[in-house]
């Protein structure tokens, strides 16, 4: 079994339309590896040049955000869903 992976749509171009991706992982930043593996520049969408999650891409893991867990470090376990969710700004 394997991790589900929910892709926004702003970057549906990179995985050729597909909104759900499965993958295997053991945590979050192996996930971004095989993400970008799969789906060249995936990853420089996600992280910045020191290796952190980018500021305006939030990640989720079973509904939790992983800033709040380990991070990039957080395990991950077969049939996991993860969430990616850009940011959203702007408003009046």
Do not use: C, H
């Not at 499965?22 to 930043?29: G, I, K, P, R, T």
């Not at 040049?49 to 470090?73: A, C, K, M, P, S």
């Amino acid at each position: 079994m394997s991790i589900l992976v929910r892709i926004p749509t702003p970057l549906r171009r990179m995985t050729n339309g597909e909104a759900k991706v499965e993958l295997e992982s053991s945590n979050v930043a192996e996930l971004v590896e095989k993400l970008d593996s799969s789906f060249p520049g995936f990853k420089d969408r996600l992280v910045d040049e020191n290796g952190d999650l980018r500021y305006f891409v939030n990640i989720y893991l079973n509904g939790e955000d992983v800033r709040f867990l380990q991070g990039l470090e957080t395990t991950t376990n077969s049939g996991d869903e993860v969430s990616i969710v850009p940011a959203v700004a702007g408003g009046r």
